[in-house]
């Protein structure tokens, strides 16, 4: 199992846009075959930091994946979305495996 990490670069004034695309991933992603652990918009600190991860099994399967992505008509339109209005000013992605791991069960106090 990878994990894909990508680091966005957003426009600060279009949070609302790069949030209504993340929103569309979370539709399209696992439909297309990725484990989507979620899309992360800024909250605090950075206005220009976003995130968006996502589990696959290997990287064979993450192009199989991608080839059904831009075949989707959402994941099309998400594409076109962002080609428009232009909210993204980069985009950076690597492929990470979990080293932590098993992890101890969570305690609350």
């Avoid at 695309?21 to 539709?27: I, M, V």
């Amino acid at each position: 199992m990878i994990t894909c990490f990508i680091r966005y670069e957003i426009d600060p004034f279009k949070v609302s846009a790069f949030e209504e695309y993340a929103r569309n991933w979370g539709q399209a992603i696992p439909r297309c075959g990725a484990d989507l652990i979620g899309y992360y918009a800024p909250h605090e600190g950075s206005a220009t930091t976003a995130y968006g991860l996502y589990n696959i099994e290997s990287l064979s399967q993450y192009e199989t994946y991608r080839e059904r992505l831009r075949n989707d008509s959402m994941g099309r339109a998400n594409y076109e979305f962002a080609k428009r209005e232009q909210f993204i000013r980069r985009e950076d992605r690597i492929f990470l495996r979990l080293a932590s791991g098993p992890h101890a069960e969570l305690i609350k106090p």
